[in-house]
């Protein structure tokens, strides 16, 4: 019997993108999650998994042959240089300026970039300043 690892405990369990051109999308966010040190968890003809995003093209099972339109997401930076990394590769990697790095006024020392992915959705690297996690996430353990 195989187990399966997750890791869950931040504020949204997941979230699914479909859309229309799986290989362009796949190609960006690669580029960005190696970036950000995001593993790939899963990939296949009709999806890509990391985390808690799941991406898929319209024909996929789970996708209900809808595509989901355009979304904000958010990722988690280090600090402000893994921000302009993500900016600059994304940007390589088929991704569209949406707000070059730099300080935002949503908090202090919010520092942040957005590019829109292939799909149209909007992506942020966020980095909010010294801080410190409780955990890095919680990891959930079950039977297959």
């Not at 593993?39 to 319209?58: K, N, R, V």
């Not at 302009?84 to 908090?107: C, I, K, M, S, V």
């Not at 202090?108 to 942020?124: R, V």
Request: aromatic residues 12%; glycine residues 10%.
């Amino acid at each position: 019997m195989e187990t399966q690892q997750l890791h869950r405990g931040r504020l949204i369990d997941h979230i699914q993108l479909v859309v229309a051109d799986l290989e362009a999308c796949r190609r960006f966010y690669t580029a960005v999650f190696d970036t950000l040190g995001i593993p790939i968890a899963g990939s296949g003809d009709d999806y890509l998994w990391a985390d808690e995003l799941f991406i898929s093209t319209a024909d996929s099972d789970a996708a209900a042959g809808k595509l989901t339109g355009y979304h904000h997401l958010a990722f988690q930076a280090a600090d402000r240089a893994m921000v302009d990394r993500f900016y600059e590769t994304g940007l390589a990697a088929g991704g569209t300026d949406n707000g070059a790095p730099g300080e935002r006024p949503y908090h202090p020392g919010y520092y942040g970039a957005f590019l829109l992915d292939p799909a149209g959705n909007n992506i942020e690297a966020v980095y909010h300043g010294e801080a410190k996690k409780s955990a890095d996430s919680v990891m959930v353990e079950f039977e297959m």
